[in-house]
């Protein structure tokens, strides 16, 4: 499949031209913003860990994904990607407030560490609650709404990856001195899909025979939804928001007396080496219609910067092909009506420069990124 594709993504209009020195930075290292239509782009930006390419193609009529990127002392560089659910609310909130609380759980003496991390989605979880709890008489539908997170921290050597629900982190590795490239996935994802995930709920839900429902071919939690954790959901969380006041299609036919989703994130880190390139950090629309090592393989043979727009575009040229359409036709389709063909699409790609890690010093100015798509 991918050769086609790489074909694909030369030929379209010179708007991306390959480069001589595949996975190599820019010739100009111009750091180009735009938009055409529902894809908004940052093309390349530096930052205390190397490079950053970042887009979104927005397919809801309201866009559920949010993104967002702060490079600075004394955090280093930290990235997130916000899959919401149920309506934007929730990822909204987790995009403004989760970095604020890493701050906060990281400005103690052991600074950057997986439980700061746990800390501030924990606490992202808790002030998402006070809001719904405030919202309640006035707006109870926010209680149905959730968000998947997926966050990275590159600080000093360190990487860390946090994630809850189905997006996902993929390392680009360099195999040896051949030139060519490895995909590494870096995350579990909380999706009930998974045999593992639904052996997991039933193993915390041992007294419930409905924890898991298999509907339309689709794995869901409680039949209702496919993710397992998440930020927000309160009506799957806290029972005394599982009532008539949310829509009749979330509301359970028995009560619950412990949480049914978790906002515990699975947090792993590593030290980074030299072999490691790139990381993608994308929400599942682009895992839907590219490959882990598909994905690798389309940055490491370009250019550096444009490198989240073209995993964009290889994915809605392949989202169209799977529906008998040209790409051209795919991006004639306006919101909410394009999201019969793909999600909402978000992706981050940290090209690391592992010898300005090394020397330990941040350079190079602050970095604040957050897509500029309208909602």
């Not at 709920?201 to 939804?225: C, E, S, T, Y």
Request: charged share 20%.
């Amino acid at each position: 499949m991918l050769g086609p594709l790489l074909r694909l993504l030369s030929g379209c209009g010179g708007v991306w031209p390959t480069s001589p020195a595949p996975g190599s930075a820019s010739s100009s290292g111009e750091d180009s913003e735009g938009r055409d239509g529902l894809l908004w782009w940052r093309d390349l930006a530096r930052c205390h860990a190397g490079e950053v390419s970042v887009a979104v193609a927005q397919a809801n009529q309201v866009l559920e994904d949010q993104c967002r990127l702060e490079s600075a002392p004394p955090l280093g560089t930290v990235l997130g990607i916000f899959d919401g659910h149920g309506g934007p609310d929730a990822a909204r909130f987790a995009c403004d407030n989760l970095f604020p609380n890493l701050r906060e759980a990281s400005s103690g003496p052991h600074g950057v560490t997986a439980e700061a991390i746990r800390e501030a989605f924990l606490a992202t979880e808790e002030g998402f609650l006070a809001l719904v709890s405030s919202l309640w008489e006035t707006q109870p539908d926010i209680a149905t709404a959730g968000t998947c997170c997926l966050v990275g921290v590159v600080h000093n050597r360190t990487l860390f990856v946090a994630n809850l629900g189905d997006s996902r982190a993929v390392l680009g590795k360099k195999v040896g001195r051949t030139g060519q490239i490895a995909a590494e996935q870096l995350c579990s994802e909380h999706n009930a899909n998974q045999e593992a995930v639904r052996q997991e709920l039933v193993a915390q839900h041992p007294d419930d025979p409905q924890i898991v429902a298999l509907k339309h071919g689709v794995w869901r939690v409680r039949g209702l939804i496919q993710v397992s954790r998440s930020i927000g959901d309160v009506y799957l969380k806290h029972a005394k928001y599982n009532n008539e006041r949310i829509k009749p299609k979330f509301r359970l036919s028995e009560s619950f007396t412990k949480p049914i989703l978790s906002a515990d994130p699975s947090i792993i880190s590593r030290t980074l080496q030299p072999s490691d390139s790139f990381i993608i950090f994308a929400s599942d629309g682009l895992w839907e219609h590219l490959s882990n090592q598909d994905a690798v393989e389309i940055v490491h043979s370009h250019q550096r910067a444009g490198s989240a727009r073209r995993l964009i575009k290889a994915a809605l040229q392949e989202a169209a092909r799977k529906r008998e359409m040209r790409y051209s036709d795919l991006t004639k389709i306006d919101k909410k009506v394009r999201r019969h063909f793909h999600d909402d699409i978000t992706v981050i790609v940290l090209f690391i420069n592992y010898d300005l890690l090394v020397k330990g010093a941040a350079q190079g100015q602050p970095l604040s990124i957050r897509c500029a798509l309208d909602y």
